[in-house]
């Protein structure tokens, strides 16, 4: 089983303006597992939502309190709004899904469905 997306396309950025947070997904046996960028920006601005099989990801990283007092020689940093949007596989444990930062990186995780499995059923006599 994998992610569902177009290998053609651009994974889910949001078509608004804004950043786009670099995003790595995994998987193992029981798991997918999302992890994405986003240095310096608080949890707190963080906003994880599931709807329709659908996660999305939103945020912000704002200017700092004396972002406009200063003039910018060279800029890389990203600052705004972002989002991401990201189609689950169908039967995921949407009930089960946990989200942590550590070292500016979100790590979602969301498990599989269980196996289906042969289970034998006795034949009583009648």
């Known amino acids: 089983m994998s992610l569902l997306w177009d290998p053609w396309g651009d ?9 786009y947070p670099r995003l790595d997904i995994q998987e193992n046996e029981n798991q997918f597992i ?17 709807r329709g ?12 309190a004396n972002e406009d007092k200063l ?10 709004k972002f989002a ?4 689950l596989p169908a039967g995921v444990d949407v009930k089960h899904i946990s989200a942590s930062t550590t070292n500016g990186v ?3 995780v969301v ?14 006599r009648l």
Do not use: M, T
Request: hydrophobic letters at 35%.
């Open 34 to 50: 999302l992890h994405l960028e986003i240095p310096g920006i608080n949890e707190k601005d963080v906003k994880l939502s599931l």
């Open 71 to 80: 003039k910018y020689l060279h800029r890389e940093r990203e600052l705004g």
């Open 11 to 19: 994974f889910g950025r949001s078509r608004e303006r804004g950043f």
């Open 111 to 124: 498990q599989k469905p269980e196996k289906e499995r042969n289970i034998e059923v006795p034949i009583a």
């Open 53 to 64: 099989g659908v996660l999305d990801i939103a945020g912000e990283k704002p200017l700092s």
């Open 106 to 108: 979100l790590k979602i």
């Open 84 to 87: 991401r949007r990201i189609q």
